[in-house]
């Protein structure tokens, strides 16, 4: 089992810049892909952006590409969401998200360990 932490939420005005962080921990060794996926209020979950730890392929939304970059420190066992040009309609929860198998979809449904999640709010 793998245990998910994030960090690096919080508020920001609409054209600035966030970065969230998301390690894990336990049975690290099985992950193959990790992502970021979020969800507005009154909204389903989403997937955002997501990277096979194997060979650092990512994936992005339609919706953030350009503006979000996702790295990883597999030393750290830790993907990062570098969020720029941020607007108001990326304002949800965030969540990362980890999958034993190496698809890296953005679907949610196909993840296995979630993190508890960190708020982005961001104002126009």
């Known amino acids: 089992q793998v245990q998910l932490v994030e960090s690096g939420g919080g508020s920001v005005q609409a054209g600035g810049s966030l970065r969230l962080s998301c390690t894990a921990s336990?049975?690290?060794?099985?992950?193959?892909?990790m992502g970021w996926f979020r969800q507005a209020p009154g909204k389903e979950r989403e997937g955002v952006a997501t990277v096979y730890i194997g060979g650092g392929s990512t994936y992005y939304a339609d919706t953030v590409k350009g503006r979000f970059t996702l790295s990883q420190d597999n030393a750290k066992n830790t993907v990062s969401l570098q969020m720029n040009s941020l607007k108001p309609e990326d304002t949800a929860m965030y969540y990362c998200?980890?999958?034993?198998?190496?698809?890296?979809?953005?679907?949610?449904?196909?993840?296995?360990?979630w993190g508890q999640g960190t708020k982005v709010t961001v104002s126009s």
């Open positions: 336990g049975d690290t060794n099985s992950i193959s892909c």
């Open positions: 998200a980890a999958d034993f198998y190496p698809k890296c979809s953005l679907y949610p449904a196909e993840y296995n360990d």
